[in-house]
């Protein structure tokens, strides 16, 4: 159900018919990018974090890894990321699929400057099987993402 609420949500972009499903997980980087065709790094994962009583979403490339110091840094508290049931709970998608649409109000989602060395990526679409190829100006638009930030680590020496 929750691709679908997806593909509703990103018609609002015309970016409904970039929706792929796949008879195969793609519930981890590596998988995604095994069944989308691509390197690891252009995977663009959504990490969901508690934010007092809530949680926001930072999306990254596939190879980056949340930097604590930075995270710290940027948002003001440690990161902790939601369990598996705080995640749906939250932000309406399971993990493996959880993506910075069709989201509840009030979640807020940020974009990680990893990602910028890509013209193209590729975000969950909402289940454990599905992407969405994009640019990441297609991806803020889409997100309402609030900004872009730099917190992470690992990625500037790979692709």
Request: proline share 4%; glycine share 6%.
């Amino acid at each position: 159900m929750s691709v679908q609420l997806v593909r509703e949500y990103l018609a609002k972009f015309g970016k409904e018919g970039d929706v792929m499903e796949f008879a195969a997980s793609s519930a981890t980087v590596e998988l995604a990018a095994q069944v989308v065709g691509t390197t690891p790094a252009r995977i663009a994962k959504t990490l969901s974090f508690q934010n007092g009583k809530g949680c926001l979403l930072v999306v990254m490339a596939g190879d980056a890894r949340a930097d604590n110091k930075k995270f710290k840094a940027q948002f003001g508290f440690k990161p902790r990321m939601l369990a598996h049931e705080e995640a749906l709970r939250f932000t309406g998608h399971a993990v493996g699929g959880v993506c910075p649409f069709a989201l509840p109000p009030n979640v807020p989602v940020y974009l990680d400057v990893s990602m910028r060395r890509f013209d193209i990526i590729y975000p969950a679409a909402g289940s454990d099987s599905s992407a969405v190829r994009m640019t990441n100006e297609e991806l803020f638009t889409c997100a309402r993402a609030i900004a872009w930030v730099d917190v992470c680590k690992d990625w500037k020496q790979a692709e």
